[in-house]
């Protein structure tokens, strides 16, 4: 997997996520932690990759579990929240 396959996939994932602040944290932490890897290459990049698939299994367990248990919708969720 590519390090631009993997970023969208987690970027997908993470919009996924039911819960207002968790998805906000979620996209903020993977856009976070690819500009923080950016230089990186080599075996030093392979493990940083590596470490992306496994988080982006976690986020999807994470998904799994949001749909199962919902919580109730924040504010932020609706489309009248939008103040003019």
Known sequence: MTAQTLYRSLLRQAKQVPDYNFRSYSI??????????????????????????????????????????PSAKSVMDSPDSIVS
């Open 28 to 69: 903020r932490r993977v856009k976070a932690g690819f500009r923080k890897n950016q230089h990186l290459q080599g075996e030093e990049a392979a493990a940083a990759i590596r470490d992306g698939q496994e988080q982006l299994e976690v986020l999807k367990r994470q998904v799994t579990i949001g749909k199962l248990y």
